[in-house]
């Protein structure tokens, strides 16, 4: 599976983006699809996940409630819809695809090339 996440950008906080991950190959909707964040100096982070069938979301306390996580398996496309964005959300977000639910960025096995989200206050 090769992904290709675009939809970055820079906005002021409050404002909304939409993250979009295209996936290539035909077994996209037996992957869970997640999304992870690195900042600068940071460590890659958790964001949220979506089943394969697209049923079952979960989210980081840190984006729960602002971050809605979506999928589209006849487009082969995840999308990570964020809103109310603060400046500490600036990172560079990757979306990925393992065969389990989880949040452990060790047990996806497919990365996109990552996308910059950059927010400013």
């Known amino acids: 599976v090769q992904l290709q996440a675009s939809g970055g950008g820079l906005v002021q906080a409050g404002g909304s983006l939409r993250l979009s991950c295209a996936a290539s190959g035909r077994t996209f909707n037996t992957y869970v699809m997640g999304w992870f964040r690195q900042a600068p100096g940071k460590e890659r982070e958790f964001v949220s996940r979506?089943?394969?069938?697209?049923?079952?979301?979960y989210y980081s306390d840190s984006v729960k409630g602002r971050f809605t996580i979506s999928r589209d398996n006849a487009k082969d496309t995840v999308y990570l819809q964020m809103d109310d964005l603060k400046p500490e959300d600036t990172a560079v977000y990757y979306c990925a695809a393992a065969r389990t639910n989880t949040d452990v960025s060790g047990r996806y096995l497919y990365w996109g090339q990552g996308t910059q989200v950059t927010v400013s206050s």
């Open positions: 979506i089943g394969a069938n697209g049923r079952y979301e």
